[in-house]
């Protein structure tokens, strides 16, 4: 896929939660090629995709092993990653887990696990980056939110709670932190064929079903979601926060 380059991503210090495996991956190659300086954090260890991305694209991502559900920890390696690269100027919001379940298997143990992934994390990497966002003149935070919530999808209940608080979380701290030229927008993908997906998820028959609902034909790809997070990244959209640009083949229409 032939992405857009923008000039102003070039020495970003850019940070990326589940930057190795998935859409994540393909967020951190995308920044890479655009010359951005790029952390990211994943439980599991992502030293052969860091090899192969200073391989493919000359720019090494610099990795840090952390469980995002561990506050302090993720604090601490969103530090490591300004002291590296300088104050994170770039903080995508990325890692979730889309685990199915119903209603009644929840347990309140279940709810503060996928609360903790989906959502509290996410508020607290935000809380993270500000002051030196603040310090460099603005930033730009991208929270992955996802259609599901929008589409009214059973099977993930949690999730979709998550997705739908990623919105109102994001249009709460764009007013907040707009006076400091700090942007918060969402990012909310359709179903991205991730090899997750594929392995888990995935039937020949649902995905027909889907695509029935696209009004583009293709299956959506992780490399199709990068364009998008590279704009609300990078100057081109600076007069842009607190919305929600959704990349899903047009399932959904907002507005």
Excluded at 57 to 69: A, E, K, S, V
Excluded at 143 to 163: Q, R
Aim: charged residues 15%; negative net charge.
């Amino acid at each position: 896929m032939i992405l857009p380059v923008f000039p102003d991503l070039a020495g970003a210090s850019v940070f990326i939660t589940g930057g190795g495996s998935g859409i994540g991956a393909a967020l951190t190659e995308g920044f890479l090629r655009q010359g951005a300086r790029v952390a990211f954090v994943q439980r599991s260890d992502a030293t052969d995709f860091c090899d192969r991305m200073a391989e493919e694209t000359g720019n090494r991502p610099l990795f840090l092993p952390c469980d995002i559900t561990d506050i302090p920890a993720l604090q601490g390696a969103i530090a490591r990653a300004a002291e590296a690269h300088g104050p994170v100027t770039v903080l995508v919001n990325n890692a979730a887990n889309d685990q199915r379940h119903s209603a009644a298997e929840v347990t309140e143990a279940f709810w503060e696990r996928a609360m903790a992934i989906n959502l509290k994390c996410y508020f607290f990497a935000a809380q993270a980056v500000a002051a030196g966002m603040k310090a460099t003149g603005g930033g730009s935070i991208i929270n992955f939110s996802s259609i599901s919530y929008m589409m009214g999808n059973a099977g993930y209940p949690l999730y979709t709670t998550a997705n739908s608080g990623i919105n109102g979380m994001t249009r709460s701290l764009a007013r907040e932190f707009g006076p400091d030229r700090i942007r918060v927008n969402a990012l909310a993908p359709g179903w991205v064929l991730t090899q997750k997906q594929k392995d888990l998820w995935v039937t020949p028959e649902g995905l027909a079903a889907h695509l029935e609902r696209q009004c583009l034909p293709d299956p959506l790809e992780p490399a199709d979601i990068v364009g998008g997070c590279l704009f609300l990244a990078s100057a081109a959209a600076r007069a842009m926060t607190g919305q929600a640009l959704v990349i899903d083949g047009g399932v959904v229409v907002t507005g």
